[in-house]
């Protein structure tokens, strides 16, 4: 392997600091938490055997190869391994150089797989008005009953086949977007905190009612909200999938549009940006001009439930006459694993009158949404999504809390019309108003 | 290099004739991840890895190998801490997790028979509802394979009270490295029929034949526990007071020592709220009748007590006691936290020498400039002193193997064995003869040489023996 040939350099594998790289002792305690392994029982499927193909690219006995670039793309990036590693592995770290280093070296290279990464992560993603200008486009495709003409045609069949298979499960883009719901500085009668709000990319589109709950809720606890014009993708997109460099361009900008030395938190409501957002410093730690408000920035990045509990949020009045409604609660990884939140949204939940909170079976396992897992391994994400189905379904809840809009597609595609998906902060949000009319 | 290539692909084509598509693993990027098991600072390249699903492929595979003259390594999810399946020079390596059946649970004998791939916490798990218990709890139960448990003798918390793994062997289905399947044993409580080849096999740490299913015993669960946690000023303290509640007679199922350094790596893994200022912690866990776990308890709380126990804390309820024993489970992990390289040994001593042991590995921590943090099953007199170093360091990986011959010449000075529970493998085969007599050494040698002559089952380990068999 390594004896006669000559390695191409590595950019960012080699670059890691190596005791990230050997922190791994091996021990096998990640096996059982991951999904991928337990799926198929080889080790190179799971987190130690992946970080051993790593070491060994770092040491130059192995090299970056196709079959180790589908390996870094078969992980879901869940992080349940994190979670389960006593010897506190920095798996993000490994995980996010390992595909960058994949990248960099074009072991996956062919020319469909370069245009939709060129479209996606060059363009859509990060420039926001693009983003807007998508969203505005599928939102007409989606109303205009152009959509339903182009399923009754058959025209699809002239798509590549998993723009097709996707096309039915594409969400259903909001007619107005976040900046159009939330005014750039919002205030409450008495203010006790400030903090500046990150409306995401999905969650502006797709989901801005629940960027809308937060500001709400946020008002309601005496914060006073600033909310950036035309926000984009904060780049967890990116350094999920091999682009570190637009990552940290996206984080830049970002970084650009909060002052924030007059905030005292950034409150974020998505937990997959969430457990990107608070690594800014590892992002920029080369970059001079970024790294101290970086460091800052990552400090001050809130999970919207970790922030309630933190200044110990009003619980709601009980309303009068409600009945009981089962409600069951799906951690994103991204907030258990990525970011350790797992009790706070169930504070929040607890807190709300006529819910009956009904805890779910194996409620940290990953429903398969994974970023874009179920766009890049559609058959292991529907795997995943039908384990999860099963479980919610086994519950009788009819309504699940989930803080990803990731994880809410997923799921409510999963369930269909059985149970609906929302985000806790917009049930909080909920019984706030319902206070006020009852 | 010709010649051996060509050989490997005639055994590789004969391979995948007996397994099913991809149960026959060669590429480097499949084989890289079975160069090692938990063992820190040990790893070599395996040929191919093979993960046969049920006995007749494990026959048939030895035969192939046995033809090919090719050595087995077996292995389940390689969580051994011994290396003992770390693979061997040209060897296949033999992967039993896919075969994970749990095949009969007899309430009425009180026994499971199940495949060797199965995960020992799922045999608990099945005997849970049924009223029973499988007590061996080693750390990794949560993904180790029962049939590395059996092979390796593997031990756990609860060794004192309920022992460890060969008293819960009734019997056993062996490939023998010929390629014939044999059955060993049976459901009957007393069995005297020949030599109890079974017990020959449990510890043989896959090299004297591959078990492909055991039937164990199960016991009636206990109906209550009480879990007391007692922290000390001093690391003796900590170890007088485990031996004056055995000295009573007091067998609880767990008494579990944890020093400064490693209660300090599992807090910040585990937050389960264990004393971090302590010098030594010592988790104490009585089960059994109501009666019997309260008075137990109280008596160990007062032998703490006596021993000027800083503190002695009840575990708030069954939930915490849980969460506090999973929390120890993961000391040798978590100690991973401090410095790279994470060497754990497992020597045992009678427990009446535990001060003794316990002292000596301080000392010998100063004396090599080392550092050593120590936990352990004290109740078994069986202790982990754990150097925390850094393989890349060729200097201060010398001053480790001094230290380990020193912890070693120690443990046998005091009448007790170089490895618990852990096995010999590779890491400890350099020792062993330390601990034998000329004529038990050999005898382990005629053992292996009777049942594996041409030295086809994980060779080279527990003992080397002369080129001409081993090659």
């Known amino acids: ?438 | 290099m010709t010649l051996l290539k060509s050989r490997n692909v005639s055994l590789l084509e004969r391979l995948s004739a007996v397994v099913a598509d991809g149960d026959l693993l060669t590429e480097s990027e499949d084989l890289i991840p079975y160069g090692f098991d938990g063992t820190a600072a040990m790893k070599n390249a395996a040929t191919c890895v093979v993960t046969p699903r049920n006995v007749d492929e494990v026959a048939a595979i030895v035969k192939i190998a046995d033809a090919a003259g090719v050595p087995i390594v077996t292995r389940g999810s390689g969580t051994g801490l011994s290396g003992g399946s770390i693979p061997v020079d040209g060897g296949i390596v033999l992967c039993l997790v896919n075969m994970d059946q749990i095949i009969e649970l007899d309430p009425a004998n009180l026994t499971i028979l199940c495949e060797t791939g199965v995960i020992t916490k799922a045999i608990d798990d099945a005997a849970h509802p049924h009223g029973l218990f499988y007590p061996p709890d080693p750390g990794s139960m949560k993904i180790s394979t029962i049939g590395g448990n059996v092979a390796n003798n593997s031990g756990g918390l609860r060794g004192l009270k309920y022992g460890v793994t060969r008293d819960y062997v009734m019997g056993m289905e062996v490939v023998l490295p010929s390629g014939e399947i044999c059955w060993l044993g049976s459901k009957c409580v007393k069995d005297v029929a020949g030599y109890s080849m079974k017990d020959l096999f449990v510890g043989s740490e896959g090299t004297l034949g591959i078990i492909t299913k055991v039937l164990l015993k199960l016991v009636p669960r206990p109906k209550a526990r009480r879990t007391l946690l007692a922290s000390f000023d001093s690391m003796e303290a900590a170890a007088r007071t485990v031996s004056q509640i055995i000295e009573k007679q007091i067998i609880p199922c767990t008494l579990e020592f944890l020093d400064r350094k490693t209660c300090g790596c599992v807090e910040d893994y585990a937050q389960v709220g264990l004393p971090t200022e302590a010098a030594a912690v010592v988790l104490m866990e009585s089960d059994g009748p109501e009666s019997v776990v309260e008075d137990e308890g109280n008596a160990m709380a007062a032998i703490a007590e006596a021993n000027g126990a800083i503190n002695v804390e009840k575990a708030k309820d069954d939930a915490h006691a849980t969460r506090l024993a999973t929390a120890r489970r993961t000391a040798f992990s978590a100690l991973a936290r401090i410095r790279p390289t994470t060497i754990l040994e497992d020597v045992t001593v009678p427990r009446s020498r535990l001060v003794e042991i316990v002292s000596y590995v301080e000392e010998v921590g100063r004396k090599h400039r080392l550092e050593i943090a120590t936990f352990g099953h004290f109740g078994d007199g069986n202790v982990h002193p754990t150097i925390l170093t850094d393989e890349t360091d060729k200097e201060e990986m010398e001053r480790v193997e001094h230290a380990l011959s020193d912890i070693f010449d120690k443990t046998i000075e005091l009448g007790g064995t170089i490895t618990g529970e852990h096995g010999v493998g590779l890491a400890k085969k350099p020792f062993l003869d330390r601990q034998f007599s000329e004529a038990s050494y050999q005898l382990l040698k005629q053992v292996k040489i009777a049942l594996d002559p041409k030295g086809m089952l994980n060779p080279g380990k527990i003992f080397d023996l002369p080129a001409s068999i081993d090659s």
């Not at chain 1, 590595?10 to 890691?16: E, M, N, S, W």
């Not at chain 1, 983003?131 to 959509?147: E, K, N, P, T």
């Not at chain 1, 730690?285 to 990045?301: F, H, I, L, M, Q």
């Open chain 1, 1 to 438: 392997m390594s004896d006669s040939r000559t390695l191409t350099p590595l950019k960012y594998l080699g670059d890691l600091d190596y005791s990230v790289v050997q922190q791994c002792m091996h021990c096998g305690m990640c096996l059982p938490a991951c999904p991928t392994y337990l799926e198929t029982k080889k080790e190179r499927n799971s987190p130690r055997g992946r970080i051993a193909l790593m070491r060994s690219i770092a040491d130059g006995n192995l090299e970056v190869t196709k079959e180790f670039g589908e390996e870094m793309y078969y992980c879901l990036g869940c992080l349940a391994c994190t979670t389960a590693c006593p010897a506190g592995v920095n798996y993000p770290e490994l995980f996010e150089n390992a595909r960058a280093e994949v990248e960099y070296h074009g072991v996956l290279f062919n020319p469909e797989r370069r245009f939709w990464r060129w479209l996606t992560l060059d363009q859509i993603f990060s420039k926001p008005w693009m983003l807007r200008a998508v969203g505005r486009l599928l939102w007409l495709y989606q109303v205009s009953g152009v959509s339903w003409l182009v399923r009754k045609s058959g025209i699809l069949l002239l798509a590549p086949r998993n723009l097709r298979e996707l096309e039915p499960s594409t969400p259903v883009v909001q007619r107005r977007f976040s900046d159009e719901l939330i005014r750039e500085s919002e205030g409450p009668s008495v203010t006790r905190y400030r903090v500046g709000l990150l409306t995401g990319c999905v969650q502006d589109l797709v989901f801005p009612d629940v960027n809308r709950a937060t500001a709400d809720v946020l008002l309601e606890n005496g914060c006073e909200v600033t909310t950036p014009r035309s926000q984009g993708c904060c780049g967890s997109l990116h350094a999920h999938n091999g682009d570190l460099d637009q990552a940290a361009t996206r984080a830049r900008d970002l970084l650009d549009r909060f002052d924030l030395s007059s905030l005292d938190a950034i409150i974020t409501n998505a937990a997959g940006c969430g457990s990107h957002l608070k690594h800014f410093s590892n992002l920029l730690k080369n970059d001079p001009e970024y790294a101290s408000k970086a460091t800052e920035w990552d400090g001050k990045v809130k999970d919207i439930s970790e922030w309630l509990v933190e200044i110990n949020f009003r619980k709601p009045e009980k309303a009068s006459g409600s009945g009981s409604v089962k409600v069951t609660y799906h951690e994103a990884c991204h907030l258990c694993h990525g970011q350790g939140i797992s009790s706070q949204p169930r504070e929040i939940l607890k807190s709300l009158p006529g819910l009956e909170i009904v805890e779910l079976e194996n409620a940290t396992h990953c429903c398969g949404s994974a970023g874009i897992y179920n766009i890049t391994q559609p058959e292991q994400a529907g795997k995943l999504q039908q384990e999860k189905v099963a479980c919610l379904k086994k519950t009788g809840a009819s309504l699940v809390a989930t803080a990803n809009p990731g994880c809410h597609l997923q799921i409510q595609n999963g369930l269909g019309e059985s149970a609906e998906v929302v985000h806790p902060v917009s049930l909080l949000a909920d019984a706030y108003r319902n206070e006020k009319h009852s």
